[in-house]
């Protein structure tokens, strides 16, 4: 797991300067604080940070072919790359490590762009093929690694995080007005925006093939819905093929050269991981859980606390408990700003605590991102509309109320309620499936997911740390995606199949436990604080947010008046918790 980085002057009007390029290398140095690379050959240069997992005493990157015609810059894990080096080798490649870089190479050598339909994995490369002057990016599948780009009319920059491309001179740190919006109102971007002006997310799924001055923005994987066919399977063969991917997955992600242990809430999702972790790990598993100390006493018996040692003692792994203060929450907002790049959500201080602490035990943790998303663990799937219905994205409602807020010029200019229409419509029209869940979960993946995934490699990879999420194989999410919604979601119950699966090997007690969020500092009396602290910012005009929106409607809003009566307390904490992070952004990267 590393941080890479790049410059591509293909205007030739002036080299690459390495210096620029060590300014960009240095900005991910968080990502790879186990050594660092570059590669300038006049036009074009490679940067990057590497965080050793794997064959630590070699894959030293930028990494090279035999006749130093194939270059690769690599972030992430290829955990079938032993079952494709073989294959390689049959073939006639020779190999000089035992690292899953040099597969990435011999495969582009031997398959071109195509390779990356081979890999099982997470990662955002850069191939630079100087026969044909082609550099070549690849996202995966889910989006687990991001990977970002910048195109002007002579250089094509790219990076792990934005932070790096803001490195070099052409860029500005400006904000892009469509994502204020789609970020505050709909928490997922759009289109690939990011928070920056002329700064793009490669899409989850995608390479970008730039040659002759031309880019190609290809799509190689996506999820397809198929109608339920006239006899499916039943409920215990779907179950039973189920769990035989996810040992499988847990299995391959086991995979490390590193000290490794697993996230444990004592929720469904990471109990069931670390179950199956500890059935196949050679020693005994690490694991570790959070929570915020006056928060166990709202929780009561509902704490993460109570419910990760129960799961602990079951499987006896070497268990550990953080505990924090509010204080430590409020005192991170800004750090986690940086690195996450954009407003942060409630919990992300939380997340990013979390994996500071993880620092000193582990380099590899497992997690159960994903999950709710694939198999409909969120409370309102329990009354989903169907697809077609939609208006608003269903984890972000009150769509119409809170984009009043915005000032009439921002919301022209930026067709905000367009671009949300146009994407509900696309996104929830692709297949021609009769299972209007399976729809709306498509939308989950595809848009809320990537967020949390972002969010989860950024506050990990802030402390050197490699997130896993095993739920994620794109074996698991192509056939999981079209079990029937019936075996999802039953009488009032989420995750059925889920369930049924983590009765065979987790306490009763995990398996029927109400779903709580990931913790933050709660505090009752935070609804009104934060609600002034947002209107202030609004009402003042010296904020760099007050231009965005309406004053007299946001007064209306905090106030629930003229029109906003019916608004709910977490409705307007969210909201303003929003506007609050947004400021923050702004103030964190000086736009």
């Not at 990076?159 to 001179?169: C, F, G, N, R, T």
């Not at 939609?390 to 109320?401: D, I, N, T």
């Not at 009043?404 to 297949?431: I, W, Y």
């Not at 987790?506 to 209107?535: G, M, W």
Request: proline share 5%; aromatic share 10%; charged share 25%.
């Amino acid at each position: 797991m590393c941080g890479i980085c790049g410059a591509y002057h293909y205007g030739k009007e002036s080299p690459v300067s390495e210096a620029v390029l060590n300014r960009m290398n240095e900005a991910l140095a968080h990502r790879g604080p186990d050594g660092q690379g570059v590669f300038v050959d006049t036009f074009i240069g490679l940067g990057h940070r590497r965080l050793s997992v794997i064959d630590l005493q070699n894959g030293k990157q930028p990494m090279t072919n035999e006749d130093h015609t194939v270059w690769v810059t690599y972030n992430g894990e290829i955990y079938n790359f032993r079952e494709l080096k073989r294959d390689l080798e049959n073939k006639g490649h020779r190999f000089a490590t035992d690292c899953d870089t040099e597969v990435i190479v011999h495969s582009y050598e031997e398959y071109g762009p195509d390779c990356v339909r081979r890999f099982n994995g997470m990662f955002a490369f850069a191939v630079w093929d100087e026969k044909t002057e082609t550099l070549f990016l690849a996202r995966d599948r889910l989006g687990v690694k991001p990977l970002y780009y910048s195109l002007s009319d002579k250089t094509l920059l790219f990076a792990s995080e934005v932070k790096a491309i803001l490195q070099h001179p052409d860029i500005r740190a400006e904000a892009e007005p469509a994502a204020i919006p789609e970020y505050l109102f709909c928490t997922a971007l759009l289109n690939g925006h990011t928070m920056f002006k002329q700064i793009q997310s490669v899409p989850p799924g995608h390479t970008l093939l730039f040659r002759n001055k031309t880019k190609r923005l290809i799509p190689y994987w996506d999820i397809v819905l198929h109608q339920t066919p006239e006899e499916p399977r039943t409920f215990g063969e779907y179950k039973e093929h189920t769990l035989a991917l996810l040992q499988e997955s847990v299995r391959m992600r086991l995979m490390s050269d590193v000290p490794f242990g697993s996230l444990l809430s004592g929720g469904l999702d990471s109990s069931l991981i670390t179950a199956l972790a500890a059935g196949h790990a050679s020693h005994r598993l690490k694991t570790f859980s959070m929570e915020y100390g006056k928060n166990s006493e709202v929780a009561g018996a509902n704490s993460d606390t109570i419910y990760a040692r129960l799961m602990a003692d079951a499987l006896q792994t070497d268990h550990k408990e953080f505990i924090f203060r509010p204080e430590d929450y409020h005192d991170m907002l800004e750090k986690t700003t940086w690195h996450v790049e954009k407003p942060v959500d409630l919990t992300t201080p939380s997340v990013y605590l979390l994996y500071q602490r993880l620092k000193s035990d582990v380099t590899v943790v497992l997690s159960g991102e994903g999950s709710d998303e694939l198999f409909g663990g969120y409370f309102f799937f329990l009354n989903h509309k169907p697809a077609s219905e939609l208006s608003e994205f269903p984890w972000a409602p009150y769509l119409q109320e809170v984009s009043g807020l915005l000032n009439p010029d921002v919301a022209r200019q930026t067709r905000f309620q367009e671009n949300v229409s146009t994407a509900l419509r696309d996104m929830t029209s692709r297949f021609e499936t009769d299972d209007e869940l399976n729809k709306v979960l498509y939308l989950f993946i595809k848009l809320y997911l990537l967020e949390m995934l972002e969010r989860q490699d950024k506050t990990s990879m802030a402390w050197g740390i490699e997130a896993r999420v095993p739920f994620l194989d794109y074996r698991i999410v192509d056939y999981v995606a079209n079990i029937p919604s019936a075996y999802k979601l039953k009488e009032g119950k989420e995750k059925i199949i889920l369930k049924e699966i983590a009765r065979e090997l987790l306490p009763r007690e995990i398996v029927e436990r109400k779903k709580r969020p990931f913790p933050f500092p709660v505090d009752p009396k935070s609804v009104v604080v934060q609600k002034n602290i947002a209107n202030e910012l609004i009402q003042s005009g010296n904020s760099k947010i007050s231009a965005y929106f309406d004053k007299r409607a946001a007064n209306d809003f905090f106030n629930k008046k003229n029109g906003y009566e019916h608004m709910d307390n977490l409705a307007i904490f969210r909201t303003s918790h929003a506007l609050i992070a947004l400021e923050c952004w702004h103030k964190t990267f000086g736009v």
